[in-house]
């Protein structure tokens, strides 16, 4: 960690040593890796969860108390300690390399397909897929795959390792991308900066070029998720570094979207662990995950100007 960023965490611990509230722990022994999660705005108390590499093609929904939703004609046969055995919702005809971020837009959910760890992959993209409702279905499939690759990379591996990606939250009917960066690419020691991105397309057949708009830097930290309020009124990111995590909280600019030419407000959530996952319970309480399978929750009054 540099002078720079140690400052920053440093200021952040001194304002920042209360106002989170551990409210639940996971409980589910297929939800080992929570990498994203994102509340529905179709369906009443559910959150949307994944796991990153390694794992089969599905989502867990859950509730705000971290519980899996089983659909009542499949209850019969999960009853009981077997509830545990309940896999989740199968996507059908999608495959899983590095899912890690979740969105939704309107009633659709969106996986993103864009861990890049060594900044090589060529065949990134986002599912999106008609939500699906917990309660009465166990199985679905996409409707599109947008394949997607970025403006300014042209090389694979990158010379810069800027093109990893954990995050990505929708605005005004796009899907944005915060990339999650690398200082040194041959220890991976993490970089405190990210870079906005949006898809201004949605071609099946050929890569989405994502447009660059900005790039922020003296995070305190690397990015490992985003997600946007649902009334739209602001952004938050993640920043996670082996102290602590600092959630950042950017405004919806007056005009365009670049979220991160915004003035953030911050809040450090300490003995977070590997956080991995952010979204609103509302536009003003953000939930953070990590991958310890715990549940944070934090209200917009305690974020510092």
């Known amino acids: 960690m540099s002078l720079t960023h140690r400052v920053v965490f440093v200021l952040i611990m001194i304002t920042h040593l209360s106002g989170q509230d551990k409210i639940c722990i996971v409980k589910h022994k297929d939800i080992?890796?929570?990498?994203?999660?994102?509340?529905?705005?179709?369906?009443?108390?559910v959150y949307w969860l994944c796991n990153d590499s390694g794992?089969?093609?599905?989502?867990f929904p859950v509730t705000g108390?971290?519980?899996?939703?089983?659909?009542?004609?499949?209850?019969?046969?999960?009853i009981g300690k077997k509830i545990d055995e309940y896999p989740g919702i199968k996507i059908k005809n999608a495959s899983l390399i590095d899912w890690e971020a979740?969105?939704?837009?309107?009633?659709?959910?969106?996986i993103a397909d864009v861990g890049n760890n060594g900044n090589t992959r060529r065949d990134m993209g986002v599912y999106l897929i008609p939500e699906p409702n917990p309660r009465s279905i166990?199985?679905?499939r996409p409707l599109l795959w947008l394949p997607v690759r970025y403006e300014d990379q042209s090389k694979y591996p990158a010379e810069e390792w800027e093109f990893d990606c954990e995050s990505i939250f929708t605005f005004q009917g796009k899907i944005y991308f915060l990339t999650k960066h690398r200082s040194d690419r041959?220890?991976?020691k993490p970089a405190a900066a990210t870079k906005l991105y949006r898809m201004d397309t949605r071609f099946t057949h050929k890569a989405n070029v994502l447009k660059l708009?900005?790039?922020?830097?003296?995070?305190?930290?690397?990015?490992?998720?985003?997600?946007?309020?649902?009334?739209?009124?602001?952004?938050?990111?993640?920043a996670q570094n082996p102290l602590a995590t600092i959630i950042w909280y950017f405004p919806k600019p007056k005009q365009g979207d670049d979220f991160l030419a915004q003035t953030p407000r911050s809040y450090s959530l300490v003995k977070a662990d590997q956080a991995e996952g952010v979204c609103f319970k509302d536009p003003q309480t953000i939930i953070v995950t990590n991958e310890q399978r715990e549940w944070f929750e934090i209200p917009l009054t305690a974020f510092s100007k």
């Open 32 to 45: 080992d890796e929570q990498s994203a999660i994102i509340k529905s705005q179709t369906y009443d108390n």
């Open 55 to 59: 794992d089969k093609p599905f989502v």
């Open 65 to 78: 108390q971290g519980e899996m939703i089983v659909p009542d004609f499949m209850k019969k046969r999960y």
């Open 102 to 110: 979740l969105a939704v837009l309107k009633d659709t959910l969106i």
């Open 138 to 140: 166990y199985e679905t």
């Open 186 to 188: 041959h220890i991976r």
């Open 213 to 238: 708009i900005n790039r922020k830097d003296n995070l305190g930290g690397w990015v490992t998720d985003a997600s946007m309020a649902q009334d739209e009124s602001a952004m938050v990111l993640i």
